[in-house]
């Protein structure tokens, strides 16, 4: 699989934003849902209820055997480390990855969430999201904008495809 191309696992359209380690960094190619952050206003990766809601009910659409955890550097907007990291087997771009990866994230119809905070302190502190034309822009943590999961798919699942028809990777051509 190359960087930028399109395939089908369990429905879902993704697109191979990277190789790191042999395993696929990949996003989806449509917004899952529209949800907001976090039902409970924390700008926290780690506390939001978007976390939980990716790692439970869009987790169960794939399988965990064929996925890597991955490390996301919660690092905010200005700089500050406070947040530190996090481990998810489905998270979202952060604002650095989206700028890294930028021409393979489509342009999404919705406003698209990162897990990029605004600031630590405060209320109403906010996160970083992606406007349909690109632009990375301040969001009320609590209102809904569109989620593309972001998911780790194991080199060792790609490499045996061919040999589990029923999890069988389609790539799009």
Request: charged residues 25%.
């Amino acid at each position: 699989m190359k960087i930028g191309e399109k395939f089908n696992y369990s429905g879902i359209e993704w697109i191979c934003l990277d190789v790191i380690d042999g395993n696929y960094l990949a996003i989806t190619a449509q917004v899952w849902q529209e949800l907001p952050f976090d039902v409970d206003n924390h700008n926290n990766w780690k506390e939001s209820s978007l976390r939980r809601i990716l790692n439970d009910e869009f987790l169960d659409k794939l399988n965990k055997k064929h996925l890597v955890k991955q490390t996301s550097d919660l690092i905010v907007d200005n700089g500050d480390r406070k947040y530190g990291t996090c481990e998810d087997y489905v998270t979202i771009l952060s604002c650095d990855q989206y700028r890294k990866y930028r021409d393979f994230v489509p342009h999404y119809p919705e406003w698209m969430w990162t897990l990029t905070p605004w600031s630590c302190y405060g209320v109403g502190r906010g996160v970083r999201g992606v406007s349909p034309t690109g632009g990375v822009h301040y969001g009320g943590d609590h209102v809904s904008y569109g989620v593309a999961p972001v998911v780790l798919f194991s080199k060792e699942f790609i490499r045996d495809i061919d040999k589990d028809v029923e999890d069988c990777v389609n790539v799009v051509r």
